[in-house]
T-cell receptor, first 113, second 114 residues
Framework: SQQGEEDPQALSIQEGENATMNCSYK?????LQWYRQNSGRGLVHLIL?????REKHSGRLRVTLDTSKKSSSLLITASRAADTASYFC?????????????FGQGTTLQVKP | NAGVTQTPKFQVLKTGQSMTLQCAQD?????MSWYRQDPGMGLRLIHY???????DQGEVPNGYNVSRSTTEDFPLRLLSAAPSQTSVYFC?????????????FGAGSRLTVL
């Protein structure tokens, strides 16, 4: 079964607006990662946040992690048409074999010019 | 650097046929994995390997075999293809195990089983 559940499944905004995507997971984690997938392409890593971190920034990206609620959010500020893509969260479970990176179902973001 | 290279990009099979999806990386990564991506299902882990000679099952391993004879290569074998295996397959690698590092993905292989 999927570890991560993402919300919303689809999001459509105007260029310049902010986009927020949420990810919830079920079990305790070592870290949580966000990836982007452009249509017809492989996934590209965006940012990693460890279980002892609460917030990380990378350019226009801001990720938060609330381990008590087992949730994370990805904020893209001042969105651009080039940000149109699917975004996935992925978790590494704390217990068991750390060789497994489990992905959520993804949020499809459309940024209209 | 080429990164992670997958071949073929597209393949059509008939039910019962066998084939191998190839994956090669030139980054000397220890960890390699195979995922399948289906609409509405996200990515699901099929098999992974933490080093040459070591493989393990992911979430959906049935119907697939893997081996890791070298650090560079991690082929995925379908012994008897079924329509349920129609999907887009992604190979990904990282320097060590997935918990400590991020994944580099290949461009994907789109498989259709008739």
């Amino acid at each position: 079964s999927q570890q991560g559940e993402e919300d919303p499944q689809a999001l459509s905004i105007q260029e310049g607006e902010n986009a927020t995507m949420n990810c919830s997971y079920k079990t305790s984690i070592n870290n949580l990662q966000w990836y982007r997938q452009n249509s017809g392409r492989g996934l590209v890593h965006l940012i990693l946040i460890r279980s002892n971190e609460r917030e990380k920034h990378s350019g226009r990206l801001r990720v938060t992690l609330d381990t008590s609620k087992k949730s994370s959010s990805l904020l893209i500020t001042a969105s651009r048409a080039a940000d149109t893509a699917s975004y996935f969260c992925a978790t590494v479970p704390l217990s068991g074999n750390t060789g497994k990176l489990i992905f959520g179902q993804g949020t499809t973001l459309q940024v209209k010019p | 650097n080429a990164g992670v290279t997958q071949t073929p990009k597209f393949q059509v099979l008939k039910t019962g046929q066998s084939m191998t999806l190839q994956c090669a990386q030139d980054m000397n990564h220890e960890y390699m994995s195979w995922y399948r991506q289906d609409p509405g299902m996200g990515l699901r882990l099929i098999h992974y390997s933490v080093g040459a000679g070591i493989t393990d099952q992911g979430e959906v391993p049935n119907g697939y075999n893997v081996s890791r004879s070298t650090t560079e290569d991690f082929p995925l074998r379908l012994l008897s293809a079924a329509p349920s295996q129609t999907s887009v397959y992604f190979c990904a690698s990282s320097p060590t195990n997935a918990g400590a590092n991020v994944l580099t993905f290949g461009a994907g292989s789109r498989l259709t089983v008739l």
